[in-house]
């Protein structure tokens, strides 16, 4: 089931996204989150009227997807950058395709002009997912993040929503 997000999967999303800081290069935080840091990003996202949806199955959060503006200047009100993450145990089911037609459908009800999604590469899964829902790699940045001893590249995949 895809939902909205609710104050109890707080520390759900906390242990998923904790995750990935602890153990991937998906995601460039390196410390984790306490579940007060993830509920301010929640708020910060929905209080701006942004979706932010889990995925659950008898009442586990198996993932979630958000969308945050890309930039906080006034012109780019109308570009957000997505985000998706899956509890490991959970990933390559095709669960992430759910969330984000779900949020994708959103946001074209929103009318959202453009969507950005970021991925560390290599990431094949993420940039086929990303690939899935139209959006074409636009941007390569080489070695803009170093985490766990290494550089690491960057890429971008975009999509106009409203043609």
């Not at 979630?64 to 985000?83: I, L, Q």
């Not at 959103?106 to 959202?112: H, N």
């Not at 002009?113 to 390569?140: D, Q, Y």
Request: some cysteine.
């Amino acid at each position: 089931m895809i939902r909205p997000i609710e104050p109890d999967d707080l520390n759900a999303v906390a242990d998923i996204y904790n995750y990935y800081i602890a153990n991937t290069v998906i995601s460039f935080e390196e410390a984790p989150l306490s579940r007060e840091q993830i509920e301010q990003r929640v708020k910060k996202i929905t209080s701006a009227g942004l979706p932010w949806f889990i995925v659950e199955e008898n009442k586990e959060i198996l993932g979630y997807a958000c969308a945050d503006h890309w930039n906080k200047r006034g012109a780019y009100r109308n570009t957000v950058e997505v985000s998706v993450y899956l509890s490991p145990k959970y990933c390559a089911k095709g669960l992430g395709t759910l969330l984000y037609q779900a949020l994708f459908k959103r946001l074209k009800e929103l009318s959202f002009h453009v969507v950005i999604g970021g991925v560390t590469l290599p990431n094949p899964a993420s940039c086929r997912l990303h690939e899935k829902f139209g959006m074409t790699k636009i941007a390569h940045f080489s070695e803009v993040g170093y985490k766990f001893g290494a550089w690491h590249d960057v890429g971008y995949w975009q999509v106009t929503l409203d043609i």
